[in-house]
């Protein structure tokens, strides 16, 4: 049987809402025991210079680079998340020494695979000082460097809980930011890429009308109606025509076309973009899939789990349904690409990124 690491997955991801951690307890395989998981959210502050480094984080043109204030606010994010780190451990009663490896993933501020450039705001090896445990950061830059497209990353995780699904063909969607989707084919085959915005636009468009950082249950797009003019506009994007795998930076989709419609009509109109980019993705699968399961802040959008059952044929469920944590997947995920990472083992293939060939990847630093 294969080594059992304990692995702590932390993620950031494109969300401003703050930092999520789970425990995993995984050869890295086929095995994934599942632990306890926490989020903390970030301070308002924080979350406003987030905002400000999407701007500054422009001006980037290597990985290593953090002009302006942007070194001030990584070494912010590192100290939050350490700190997260021990909240977590004390809550949930588990001695630092049990864990083999954090898998860190730090902000996104920028993502531009064209130029081979991806930017994760997070110090691995200052986490590792402050919480004197292995860390492997960075899983996104090798992919990147060799030209795939360095997302999403979560698919082989994503293949270990397809096990739970009632029959295959499935597809996971997580909606953070982005959207993504993974199809698992019946014989354990991948196929994964961003498909549209996921929770970005429709947050964003609720902090500016409501002063709430999401739009509730979708209460706010309910209330109102999309205007299929500007969905238009928004559906002739180029990305959405481009073959899979491909991936969005945070950025790639603006505010910009409903602009001019009313807090309802453009909360309606957002909400129908996200759920028909999550429906157009569909036509890149080799095969329709049996169940969509659905994780990611998006699922708990009431208003948007509706527009995604009429826009799809098969059913859709949230991930509580196969007895998941549908807020808790992703930093599984990095947790189980940590170990992976540990062990050698590709955490990117040619249908999941556009890799030249199944890659591993990760930086590791080890515990001072």
Same mark, same amino acid.
């Given at each position: 049987?294969?080594?059992?690491?304990?692995?702590?997955?932390?993620?950031?991801?494109?969300?401003?809402?703050?930092?999520?951690?789970?425990?995993?307890?995984?050869?890295?395989?086929?095995?994934?025991?599942?632990?306890?998981?926490?989020?903390?959210?970030?301070?308002?502050?924080?979350?406003?210079?987030?905002?400000?480094?999407?701007?500054?984080?422009?001006?980037?043109?290597?990985?290593?680079?953090?002009?302006?204030?942007?070194?001030?606010?990584?070494?912010?994010?590192?100290?939050?998340?350490?700190?997260?780190?021990?909240?977590?451990?004390?809550?949930?009663?588990?001695?630092?020494?049990?864990?083999?490896?954090?898998?860190?993933?730090?902000?996104?501020?920028?993502?531009?695979?064209?130029?081979?450039?991806?930017?994760? &705001?997070?110090?691995?090896?200052? /986490?590792?000082?402050?919480? *004197?445990? $292995?860390?492997?950061?960075? %899983?996104? =830059? !090798?992919?990147?460097?060799?030209?795939?497209?360095?997302?999403?990353?979560?698919?082989?995780?994503?293949?270990?809980?397809?096990?739970?699904?009632?029959?295959?063909?499935?597809?996971?969607?997580?909606?953070?930011?982005?959207?993504?989707?993974?199809?698992?084919?019946?014989?354990?085959?991948?196929?994964?890429?961003?498909?549209?915005?996921?929770?970005?636009?429709?947050?964003?468009?609720?902090?500016?009308?409501?002063?709430?950082?999401?739009?509730?249950?979708?209460?706010?797009?309910?209330?109102?109606?999309?205007?299929?003019?500007?969905?238009?506009?928004?559906?002739?994007?180029?990305?959405?025509?481009?073959?899979?795998?491909?991936?969005?930076?945070?950025?790639?989709?603006? &505010?910009?076309?409903?602009?001019? /419609?009313?807090?309802?009509? *453009?909360? $309606?109109?957002?909400?129908? %973009?996200? =759920? !028909?980019?999550?429906?157009?993705?569909?036509?890149?699968?080799?095969?329709?899939?049996?169940?969509?399961?659905?994780?990611?802040?998006?699922?708990?959008?009431?208003?948007?789990?509706?527009?995604?059952?009429?826009?799809?044929?098969?059913?859709?469920?949230?991930?509580?349904?196969?007895?998941?944590?549908?807020?808790?997947?992703?930093?599984?995920?990095?947790?189980?690409?940590?170990?992976?990472?540990?062990?050698?083992?590709?955490?990117?293939?040619?249908?999941?990124?556009?890799?030249?060939?199944?890659?591993?990847?990760?930086?590791?630093?080890?515990?001072?």
């Amino acid at each position: 049987m294969a080594e059992l690491l304990t692995a702590l997955g932390v993620m950031s991801g494109t969300s401003m809402d703050g930092v999520d951690i789970a425990l995993l307890t995984t050869d890295g395989e086929e095995t994934a025991e599942r632990g306890p998981f926490f989020s903390q959210p970030y301070p308002a502050a924080i979350r406003a210079r987030i905002a400000d480094a999407l701007d500054e984080a422009r001006e980037i043109k290597e990985r290593t680079e953090r002009p302006a204030s942007l070194a001030i606010l990584e070494g912010q994010l590192t100290a939050i998340h350490g700190e997260a780190i021990r909240n977590y451990l004390s809550r949930m009663g588990i001695e630092p020494s049990s864990i083999d490896v954090i898998g860190y993933h730090g902000h996104t501020v920028l993502h531009r695979p064209e130029q081979r450039l991806t930017v994760q &705001l997070g110090d691995g090896a200052m /986490l590792a000082r402050l919480t *004197g445990r $292995a860390v492997v950061n960075d %899983l996104r =830059a !090798a992919d990147v460097q060799a030209g795939g497209e360095g997302a999403p990353l979560a698919p082989v995780y994503h293949r270990v809980l397809a096990a739970r699904a009632p029959e295959r063909p499935v597809a996971f969607v997580n909606i953070g930011g982005v959207a993504n989707v993974t199809w698992v084919g019946r014989d354990g085959a991948l196929l994964a890429f961003d498909c549209g915005p996921g929770n970005a636009l429709m947050d964003d468009w609720a902090m500016r009308h409501t002063g709430q950082p999401v739009d509730i249950d979708g209460a706010l797009a309910r209330s109102g109606t999309a205007d299929e003019a500007v969905l238009r506009t928004f559906l002739l994007s180029g990305f959405l025509e481009r073959p899979a795998p491909k991936s969005l930076d945070r950025g790639d989709f603006t &505010l910009e076309p409903v602009e001019h /419609l009313s807090p309802a009509d *453009g909360a $309606a109109t957002l909400a129908r %973009l996200t =759920a !028909a980019t999550i429906a157009r993705a569909a036509s890149w699968f080799p095969e329709q899939p049996t169940w969509w399961i659905v994780c990611g802040g998006g699922r708990r959008n009431r208003f948007l789990m509706e527009l995604l059952a009429w826009h799809l044929t098969a059913p859709v469920a949230p991930a509580e349904a196969l007895g998941l944590d549908g807020d808790a997947i992703e930093a599984e995920a990095w947790a189980y690409l940590a170990v992976r990472s540990l062990k050698g083992l590709p955490i990117t293939f040619p249908t999941t990124t556009r890799a030249p060939q199944p890659m591993t990847g990760g930086v590791l630093h080890q515990r001072s």
